[in-house]
């Protein structure tokens, strides 16, 4: 199983960017997807966070400008990020929950980080 993030670069200060990772391999179903970011000397947070349902979880620092969802049948999840700040600047990761089979226990897996740089 991978998760192949894509979407990082360079933006001004309120600008927009959208990120997207896409997970492939042998799955039977993911249960929820998410993604994180980090900067140095910092722990990993979660930004957002989507299950397999549609149900939709927000750090507080991006609620309204920020907005996860996913498509189910591509197995890929999205990150819509506007009116970017400067501190929103860090290498964001992706997440998913995936069982790789019917009775196979829930597996955790995270993508290689993609790097967000918002100037002033």
């Known amino acids: 199983v991978q998760l192949q993030a894509f979407g990082g670069g360079l933006v001004q200060a309120g600008g927009s960017l959208r990120l997207s990772c896409a997970v492939s391999?042998?799955?039977?179903?993911?249960?929820?997807m998410g993604w994180y970011r980090q900067t140095p000397g910092k722990q990993r947070e979660l930004v957002a966070a989507?299950?397999?349902?549609?149900?939709?979880n927000y750090a507080n620092s991006v609620k309204g400008r920020f907005t996860i969802s996913r498509d189910n049948a591509k197995n890929t999840v999205y990150l819509q990020m506007n009116s970017l700040k400067p501190e929103d600047t860090a290498v964001y990761y992706c997440?998913?929950?995936?069982?790789?089979?019917?009775?196979?226990?829930?597996?955790?897996?995270w993508g290689q980080g993609t790097l967000v740089t918002v100037s002033r």
């Open positions: 989507i299950t397999s349902g549609g149900i939709t």
């Open positions: 391999g042998s799955i039977f179903s993911i249960l929820a």
């Open positions: 997440d998913a929950t995936i069982r790789r089979g019917p009775v196979s226990s829930f597996e955790h897996y």
